[in-house]
């Protein structure tokens, strides 16, 4: 098992570019979180999904960002004319089922460190 | 935000030393997690303790809940420097699937 696999690890973009990161979950786990990881702000949800279908993105930025999962194996996150603001590590994780949620363990990907110039 | 008026904290300890750190959070749970980041890694589930235990441990890692005062606690005996890692509490709600974490602690491990 090779873990939630993310990629690409590094992605520089100039700033109004499109930024596309990609998430790849531990096969078999149901539920696929993303998060948003800075110095100033931490570890921020984002949003997460439950056998694909979109349960909660309270954290999404409104404008810009959106989030995606096409199949069972891979979730996308989309950000739109990026800005400075958007430099961050962006974490995906999964988790293997959504029964006692409040005790779900999360599997982390090692990120995409998105840097916009 | 869920949590007390912690930053980001940061710990420096000798090898061998024990060591404590402190979260402390604000909306109803029934289950603290603990985990820990590695640098260039996210972070990884290291020990979990529910509200009807009021003491956890796995090796050496001892983690401690009072739901009374909302506060949690993570202690490594006899540290090694292979510790060095951020580590985070965070906490579920009830019937909600995602977690929100804490600020963390840097946690440095000199041989």
Known sequence: NAGVIQTPRHKV???????????????????????????????????YFRNQAPIDDSGMPKERFSAQMPNQSHSTLKIQSTQPQDSAVYLCASSPRTGGLSAETLYFGSGTRLTVL | SQWGEENLQALSI???????????????????????????RGPALIILIRSNEREKRSGRLRAT???????????????????????????????????????????????
């Open chain 1, 13 to 47: 973009t100039g700033k109004g570019q499109e930024a596309t990161l990609w998430c790849e979950p531990i096969s078999g786990h149901s539920a696929v979180f993303w998060y948003r990881q800075t110095i100033v702000q931490g570890l921020e949800f984002l949003t």
């Open chain 2, 14 to 40: 000798q090898e061998g030393e024990d060591v404590t750190m402190n979260c402390s959070y604000k909306t109803y749970t029934t289950v603290v997690h603990w985990y820990r980041q590695d640098s260039g």
């Open chain 2, 65 to 111: 809940l009072d739901t009374s005062s909302q506060s949690s606690s993570l202690s490594i005996t006899a540290a090694q420097c292979e510790d060095t890692a951020v580590y985070f509490c965070a906490t579920g709600g009830t019937n909600t699937g995602k977690l929100t974490f804490g600020d963390g602690t840097v946690l440095t491990v000199k041989p």
